[in-house]
């Protein structure tokens, strides 16, 4: 967005990409009204991402900095991996919403505020000394300051709706604001006003008056001066829904388990931010979901591990804390080879750390945490749709090749939505079961596949397959306790061997640009909008700069190798202290991988990472 | 599973429930009998064997699923419950059967022992509780008593023990039953009517751990001590016990005492007649709580209440669901709320 607005002239100005960000109290609706006008702006046609900003205190007073809620999307004619750096408009409902997002303004852009709640027991419950309207705060950028409140207040003057619905109805002045500035209809979301409203008319009537009186508002006032066109992007052609990666996760494991006709069993505990798969398969218990809100982490894992041994798709979701909890029990199932599925969606930590903020440190417990050599395939989805397919993957890797399988995704992938042209089950690609063999006598529980080595999935119920398994070391093929140095031995190497030939049926790494770059960045998991917005504007300018990133943690795919020895450069980026290198390190001796790190709860910036490969780049 | 194997359905025996495996506890263990009280009772439910399904553990106890000819999963410590409740959602037409000792469901497995009693999932725990901790060679348990000398009290336990029962009724547990491992009669026939209750079925077992706290339950089960301090309970009996079946239990007030037909104009009207279908669990707790030396311990069904069962709610939440579902698959699903189609 350009940083000067057009002054005294009715303009309409093209723009490439704009991030908007919205803040105010966590009663004001601001997710709401993010989420309107990204439904809005996808069905103009423009590609986006969104992320919330929740407060971790569920109802921190009013008011106050705790209580702020953000809600940030940037919308592209262009393709748009991520929901942007800074904000190019920030609306900020409160003085303390003000406080809290300022640093997420870009210097330049505008801020539109509600002038109505800058009243000085407002400004200093937000902490300011002086009221940031007059003191020269905000000199760097362009203020409107807008009468919010009051003109919601006279828009729905004779509606019979008390003070408190009224108030309620600021936030859709605000978005109404925004619809004129970028160009929007009102329509959607006058469809969706109806709908929500169907039985409370009057509120219906206020909340559409309110979103036409903010509209016509923006249009009049002179601090508005612009408007801003983000045209459509070119987006392949098929239908779109929004979807979050804990919403992607919680449909793609359904899927999977639909596909194999099987029941879906989730045995979770509550922990944030993995919650809401827990909450969004409890809604589907008509399609062959069964949730059981466990007692405690270790149960959960446990109750999906006997519904994995019954035949049913036994799957646990968490984060950090709850993942090292169910270290043990992950354990058995590497042990008994039974298929499990555990979604860790990463937290910051150590510890109970930061439970609202993102980080992606937890690759050490999903390849190494737990006792002695307990081997799990491990694999990361990177985007907030793609949690699904990686989903539907873990399933059926971990029923492919009888192994527990770790998914790791994290807080902002969790939380974070886009557009989604979902796909169709006859599309998904096939599950295919071990089935048992048939015996003349003794069934063998510990015979295996020659290609996988998977054994088969001998489920009780089945006449005639009688057998004991556990977690004591069991003599290869009968499955029976065995002792024998030699058999451990032999079953050790087996089930790693098991683990790594998951290779042979994961797809190779794909390397984003020519190949004749001296430095090859890495990423991982959720960073990756970040890391290839970055690549590709650096590579738009020419830069001898390409970019692989990695969903297939252990084992990596096959041509790791051989991408990786073309360069003299490989910066390996993580939101943690550098564990995907230190792994990368060990697996590939020799070569120059380096690191940059962040830990502060939050996601890469486009920009900071571009600084940091030009850098590189330099030396 | 569609890929069965084909076997003449014939009347099962107690062999068929013998697994080849070398049953490996120590000679004299009580776990012998509860073993061969077991494969006696399996053949008389008329269950398939493959329906059969042992979880365990870690444990003495727990080796016992590989002593079984059926399914079985030897898990990890303290969590057999949790495993056999993921086993039992995942196919309720299974007989699931969870083997534990005190340690494990009283100390490791504490949590998922209590909440899989509140929950009232149709499984059968069988508690072998020998009131110490055998695997590990001999430490104190949280059933053992205060004073206990073992190796890890060497000047005798500090701790006050768990009652088994009293964890059951404090978590609403459905079914109680107590016996012995001295009576393999008395337990068969309790692991029979344990396999037939609809509901979570905690059977406790006293049960003999002769290398490390022998003789730990010979109060109640010494020869000598059989008819003075076991009462064999049962639904709709007066509680009666003693040689010639002349002492019996009376409610005095809100206490239990032994009293004498005979003696002080006592009759049998004046005896207790066990109620274990009584919803209040009051009198049951009296009963459990009962112990030498001044009273008899009550063994045989204390506790038998009908209640939903865990795996019922699942199934009648699941049709009330899908009556009023307004989609029916994952396809459905994602097609629903709002989309829209880029052209």
């Given at each position: 967005?350009?940083d000067?607005l057009?002054?005294?002239?009715?303009?309409t100005?093209?723009?490439?990409?704009?991030?908007?960000?919205?803040?105010?109290?966590?009663?004001?609706?601001?997710?709401?009204?993010?989420?309107?006008f990204?439904?809005?702006?996808?069905?103009?046609?423009?590609?986006l991402?969104?992320?919330?900003?929740?407060?971790?205190?569920?109802?921190?007073?009013?008011?106050?900095?705790?209580?702020?809620?953000?809600?940030?999307?940037?919308?592209?004619k262009?393709?748009i991996?991520?929901?942007?750096?800074?904000?190019?408009?920030?609306?900020?409902?409160?003085p303390?919403?003000l406080?809290?997002?300022?640093?997420?303004?870009?210097?330049?852009?505008n801020?539109?505020?509600?002038?109505?709640?800058?009243?000085?027991?407002?400004?200093?419950?937000?902490?300011?000394?002086?009221n940031p309207?007059?003191?020269?705060?905000?000199?760097?950028?362009?203020?409107?300051?807008?009468?919010?409140?009051?003109?919601?207040?006279a828009?729905?003057?004779?509606?019979?709706?008390?003070?408190?619905?009224?108030?309620r109805?600021?936030n859709?002045f605000?978005?109404?604001?925004?619809y004129?500035?970028?160009?929007?209809?009102l329509?959607?979301?006058?469809?969706?006003?109806?709908?929500?409203f169907?039985?409370?008319?009057a509120?219906a009537?206020?909340?559409?008056r309110?979103l036409?009186?903010g509209?016509?508002?923006?249009e009049?006032?002179?601090?508005?001066?612009?408007?801003?066109?983000?045209p459509?992007?070119?987006?392949?052609?098929?239908?779109?829904?929004?979807?979050?990666?804990?919403?992607?996760?919680?449909?793609?494991?359904?899927?999977?388990?639909?596909k194999?006709?099987?029941?879906l069993?989730?045995?979770?505990?509550?922990?944030?931010?993995a919650?809401d798969?827990?909450?969004e398969?409890?809604?589907?218990?008509?399609l062959?979901?069964?949730?059981?809100?466990?007692?405690?982490?270790?149960?959960?894992v446990?109750?999906?591990?006997?519904?994995?041994?019954?035949?049913q798709?036994?799957?646990?979701?968490?984060?950090?804390?709850?993942?090292?909890?169910?270290?043990?029990a992950?354990?058995?199932?590497?042990?008994?080879?039974?298929?499990l599925?555990?979604?860790?969606v990463?937290?910051?930590?150590p510890?109970t750390?930061l439970?609202?903020?993102?980080?992606?440190?937890d690759?050490?417990?999903?390849v190494?945490?737990?006792?002695?050599?307990?081997p799990?395939?491990v694999?990361?989805?990177?985007?907030?749709?793609?949690?699904?397919?990686?989903?539907?993957?873990?399933?059926?890797?971990?029923?492919?090749?009888?192994?527990p399988?770790?998914l790791?995704?994290?807080?902002y992938?969790?939380?974070?939505?886009?557009?989604?042209k979902?796909?169709?089950?006859?599309d998904?690609?096939?599950?295919?079961?071990?089935?048992?063999?048939?015996t003349?006598?003794?069934?063998?529980?510990?015979?295996?596949?020659?290609?996988?080595?998977?054994?088969a999935?001998?489920?009780p119920?089945t006449?005639?397959?009688?057998?004991?398994?556990?977690?004591l070391?069991k003599?290869?093929?009968?499955?029976?306790?065995s002792y024998d140095?030699?058999?451990?031995?032999?079953?050790v190497?087996?089930r790693?061997?098991?683990?790594?030939r998951?290779?042979n049926?994961?797809?190779?790494?794909?390397r984003?640009?020519?190949?004749?770059?001296?430095l090859l960045?890495?990423?991982?998991?959720g960073t990756?909008?970040?890391?290839?917005?970055?690549?590709?504007?650096?590579?738009?300018?020419?830069?001898k700069?390409?970019?692989?990133?990695?969903?297939?943690?252990n084992?990596?795919?096959k041509?790791?190798?051989?991408?990786?020895?073309?360069?003299?450069?490989?910066?390996?980026?993580?939101?943690?202290?550098?564990?995907f290198?230190?792994?990368?390190?060990s697996?590939?001796?020799?070569?120059n991988?380096?690191?940059?790190?962040?830990?502060?709860?939050?996601?890469?910036?486009?920009?900071?990472?571009?600084?940091?490969?030009i850098?590189?780049?330099?030396d | 599973?569609?890929?069965?194997?084909?076997?003449?359905?014939?009347?099962?025996?107690?062999?068929?429930?013998?697994s080849?495996q070398?049953?490996?506890w120590?000679?004299?263990?009580?776990?012998?009998?509860?073993?061969?009280?077991?494969?006696?009772a399996l053949p008389?439910?008329n269950?398939?064997?493959?329906?059969?399904?042992?979880?365990?553990?870690i444990?003495?106890?727990?080796?016992?699923p590989?002593?079984?000819?059926?399914?079985?999963?030897h898990?990890?410590?303290?969590?057999?419950?949790?495993?056999?409740?993921?086993?039992?959602l995942?196919?309720?037409?299974?007989?699931v059967?969870?083997?534990?000792g005190?340690?494990?469901?009283?100390?490791?497995g504490?949590?998922?022992f209590?909440?899989a009693?509140?929950?009232?999932?149709?499984?059968?725990i069988?508690?072998?509780?020998?009131?110490?901790?055998g695997?590990?060679?001999?430490?104190?348990s949280?059933?053992?008593?205060?004073?206990?000398?073992t190796?890890?009290?060497?000047?005798?336990s500090?701790e006050r023990p768990?009652?088994?029962?009293?964890?059951v009724?404090?978590?609403?547990?459905?079914?109680?039953a107590?016996?012995?491992?001295t009576?393999?009669?008395?337990?068969t026939?309790?692991?029979?009517?344990?396999?037939?209750?609809?509901?979570?079925?905690?059977?406790?077992?006293?049960?003999?751990?002769?290398?490390f706290?022998?003789?730990?339950?010979?109060a109640?089960t010494?020869?000598?001590?059989?008819?003075?301090?076991?009462?064999?309970?049962k639904?709709?009996?007066p509680?009666?016990f003693?040689?010639e079946?002349?002492?019996g239990?009376?409610?005095?007030?809100l206490k239990l005492?032994?009293?004498?037909?005979?003696?002080?104009?006592?009759?049998?009207?004046?005896?207790?007649?066990?109620?274990?279908h009584?919803e209040?669990?009051?009198?049951?707790?009296m009963?459990a709580r009962?112990?030498?030396?001044?009273?008899?311990?009550?063994?045989?069904?204390i506790?038998?209440?009908?209640?939903k069962?865990?795996?019922?709610?699942i199934?009648?939440?699941?049709?009330?669901?899908?009556?009023?579902?307004?989609y029916?698959?994952?396809d459905d699903?994602?097609?629903?709320?709002?989309?829209?189609?880029?052209?």
């Amino acid at each position: 967005m350009d940083d000067t607005l057009v002054n005294g002239t009715k303009t309409t100005k093209e723009l490439e990409k704009v991030v908007i960000r919205f803040a105010g109290d966590s009663g004001d609706g601001m997710q709401l009204t993010g989420s309107q006008f990204s439904f809005t702006s996808a069905l103009w046609g423009n590609d986006l991402a969104t992320f919330p900003d929740f407060p971790a205190e569920i109802r921190a007073p009013q008011g106050t900095v705790e209580g702020v809620s953000g809600f940030q999307v940037q919308i592209g004619k262009i393709d748009i991996y991520t929901p942007g750096d800074q904000a190019d408009v920030l609306v900020a409902m409160n003085p303390a919403a003000l406080k809290s997002n300022l640093q997420f303004a870009r210097k330049g852009g505008n801020i539109i505020i509600d002038m109505d709640a800058f009243v000085d027991r407002n400004i200093e419950k937000a902490g300011f000394k002086t009221n940031p309207l007059e003191d020269g705060t905000l000199n760097d950028y362009n203020v409107v300051e807008a009468p919010i409140s009051s003109l919601t207040k006279a828009a729905l003057e004779g509606l019979q709706l008390d003070n408190k619905s009224i108030m309620r109805s600021k936030n859709m002045f605000a978005l109404g604001m925004m619809y004129w500035l970028f160009d929007r209809s009102l329509k959607e979301t006058e469809k969706y006003i109806e709908d929500k409203f169907r039985k409370t008319p009057a509120l219906a009537e206020g909340n559409k008056r309110a979103l036409n009186a903010g509209y016509h508002y923006a249009e009049t006032i002179e601090a508005l001066p612009a408007r801003y066109k983000v045209p459509p992007a070119s987006i392949e052609k098929g239908v779109y829904r929004h979807v979050s990666g804990n919403t992607a996760t919680a449909w793609g494991l359904m899927a999977a388990a639909e596909k194999l006709g099987k029941q879906l069993f989730l045995g979770s505990y509550p922990i944030t931010p993995a919650s809401d798969i827990l909450h969004e398969l409890s809604r589907h218990k008509n399609l062959g979901v069964i949730t059981m809100q466990a007692e405690d982490e270790i149960a959960a894992v446990c109750s999906a591990i006997g519904a994995s041994y019954a035949g049913q798709v036994g799957v646990t979701t968490s984060s950090g804390p709850g993942i090292a909890l169910k270290g043990e029990a992950i354990g058995l199932a590497v042990m008994a080879e039974v298929p499990l599925v555990v979604v860790d969606v990463q937290r910051g930590g150590p510890s109970t750390g930061l439970p609202t903020k993102t980080e992606q440190a937890d690759i050490n417990i999903a390849v190494y945490g737990r006792n002695s050599e307990s081997p799990a395939i491990v694999i990361a989805a990177s985007t907030p749709s793609n949690c699904f397919e990686f989903a539907y993957r873990a399933v059926k890797l971990a029923i492919e090749h009888m192994t527990p399988v770790i998914l790791l995704t994290d807080g902002y992938l969790a939380n974070g939505s886009e557009p989604w042209k979902f796909p169709k089950l006859a599309d998904l690609p096939p599950i295919k079961i071990n089935e048992p063999q048939k015996t003349n006598g003794t069934y063998h529980p510990y015979a295996r596949n020659p290609e996988t080595l998977a054994r088969a999935w001998a489920v009780p119920g089945t006449t005639g397959l009688e057998h004991r398994i556990g977690g004591l070391e069991k003599q290869d093929l009968t499955g029976n306790v065995s002792y024998d140095p030699q058999n451990h031995e032999k079953m050790v190497r087996t089930r790693a061997e098991k683990v790594a030939r998951v290779a042979n049926y994961i797809p190779e790494l794909e390397r984003i640009g020519t190949g004749d770059g001296k430095l090859l960045v890495v990423g991982w998991g959720g960073t990756y909008g970040g890391l290839l917005t970055a690549v590709k504007e650096l590579q738009q300018a020419n830069k001898k700069i390409d970019f692989v990133h990695f969903n297939y943690i252990n084992p990596l795919p096959k041509n790791t190798q051989q991408i990786f020895e073309k360069y003299d450069k490989i910066l390996v980026c993580e939101l943690n202290m550098g564990q995907f290198a230190s792994l990368l390190r060990s697996k590939f001796p020799g070569l120059n991988i380096l690191s940059y790190n962040k830990i502060q709860g939050q996601p890469f910036l486009v920009t900071e990472l571009k600084e940091v490969f030009i850098n590189h780049l330099k030396d | 599973m569609e890929n069965t194997i084909d076997i003449p359905q014939q009347k099962l025996t107690k062999k068929d429930f013998e697994s080849d495996q070398l049953v490996r506890w120590c000679p004299g263990c009580g776990d012998y009998s509860i073993l061969s009280a077991m494969t006696n009772a399996l053949p008389q439910l008329n269950i398939p064997r493959e329906n059969v399904v042992f979880i365990s553990g870690i444990g003495c106890a727990a080796r016992f699923p590989y002593y079984m000819n059926t399914y079985g999963f030897h898990t990890i410590h303290g969590r057999g419950p949790a495993v056999a409740t993921g086993v039992k959602l995942a196919n309720p037409k299974l007989s699931v059967w969870e083997i534990q000792g005190d340690g494990d469901a009283m100390a490791i497995g504490g949590n998922h022992f209590i909440h899989a009693l509140r929950r009232n999932i149709d499984i059968n725990i069988i508690l072998f509780n020998n009131e110490i901790y055998g695997l590990t060679k001999g430490q104190y348990s949280p059933t053992s008593p205060t004073g206990l000398v073992t190796k890890s009290t060497p000047y005798g336990s500090i701790e006050r023990p768990f009652h088994a029962a009293e964890l059951v009724i404090g978590a609403q547990g459905t079914f109680y039953a107590r016996t012995i491992d001295t009576n393999p009669k008395l337990m068969t026939e309790i692991f029979v009517h344990a396999a037939k209750h609809m509901g979570t079925s905690l059977v406790e077992v006293l049960q003999n751990c002769v290398i490390f706290n022998d003789d730990a339950h010979a109060a109640v089960t010494a020869r000598e001590n059989r008819d003075d301090f076991q009462l064999h309970v049962k639904h709709g009996q007066p509680l009666l016990f003693g040689k010639e079946n002349k002492k019996g239990i009376r409610l005095n007030g809100l206490k239990l005492e032994v009293v004498t037909l005979g003696e002080n104009g006592i009759t049998e009207k004046d005896i207790l007649v066990h109620d274990a279908h009584a919803e209040d669990p009051t009198l049951h707790l009296m009963l459990a709580r009962m112990a030498p030396p001044h009273f008899p311990m009550a063994l045989g069904v204390i506790r038998e209440v009908r209640a939903k069962t865990y795996d019922e709610a699942i199934a009648e939440e699941r049709e009330k669901i899908t009556k009023n579902a307004k989609y029916h698959s994952v396809d459905d699903l994602l097609k629903s709320g709002e989309t829209w189609e880029i052209k």
